[in-house]
């Protein structure tokens, strides 16, 4: 067991030893909702040359970390809609080993930014000038039981899919006009939660869209020893209708 599994497995013994009354006391919805499902959470990453570096690895961390504290198995990969078997960070991080697209395979897609702010270099704007993923995302939202999730600029690839049009949603705080513009309906909030649809803001607020999801998930109890072991609390307001 290396040094994370072990703080990990920590973690998960200390939740459970202070949450046992609370446990025993009844079960809360949080606790149904972890019962429910019976196959895996199955979380698809969806990458791309320009892609920033926290927008992806926030997330990654998250839910991958999730796993330790649910009975839920929890599936985490990372994709390309365009066959790709890597993709070059926006600082130049390289990231091999990625999976083909299905969404057919995918409970959440969650879809990162990077590159909006530099129309000529790879990210966002190369992504929605080429169509592909863009068109891969607006199939994908036709699928009954799949979330579509983005943070930061990332939300501006689901607005050219014209997934954001006419629904409450968010993203980095330099294209809240843009998406405006796009007919999304804008909050101020750190993640705007629509159902099949959560976005959020800024590079940062991945860690709070990942923990959001996990506690939609995977209930509360899980989020909290998540949180835990990050020693991170989520911030800001999650917006629901």
């Known amino acids: ?10 973690t998960a013994l200390g939740t459970t030893a202070a949450g046992a009354t609370g446990a025993l006391a009844g079960a ?21 040359d320009g892609v920033e570096e926290l927008d992806f690895a926030a997330p990654y961390e998250v839910f991958s970390a999730a796993g330790f504290f649910t009975p839920r198995p929890v599936e985490v990969r990372y994709v390309s809609a365009t066959g790709a078997r890597s993709v070059t960070a926006a600082y130049g991080t390289e990231v091999r080993g990625l999976h083909r697209w299905d969404p057919d395979e995918a409970d959440v897609l969650v879809v990162p930014g990077g590159g909006y702010a530099r129309r000529d270099s790879p990210g966002v704007w190369a992504e929605i000038d080429r169509g592909t993923l863009p068109r891969a995302l ?11 999730a983005a943070l930061c600029t990332g939300v501006m690839l ?24 796009q007919g999304g309906l804008v909050k101020n909030t750190r993640v705007v939660d629509d159902g099949d649809l959560v976005t959020a803001g ?40």
């Open 1 to 10: 067991m290396n040094r994370r599994q072990l703080l990990r497995a920590t």
């Open 28 to 48: 809360s919805t949080a606790h149904a909702s972890t019962a429910a499902p019976t196959g895996p959470l199955r979380i698809h990453l969806v990458m791309f």
């Open 138 to 148: 607006a199939a994908a939202s036709a699928r009954p039981g799949t979330v579509l």
């Open 158 to 181: 689901l607005s050219a899919a014209g997934i954001t049009r006419g629904r409450p949603c968010t993203t980095h705080h330099k294209a809240k006009a843009d998406l405006a513009r």
């Open 202 to 241: 800024g590079i940062t607020s991945g860690l709070e869209l990942a923990l959001w999801i996990t506690r939609r998930e995977l209930g509360a109890d899980t989020t909290t020893a998540l949180e835990t072991m990050l020693e991170y609390e989520s911030r800001g307001t999650v917006w629901t209708p």
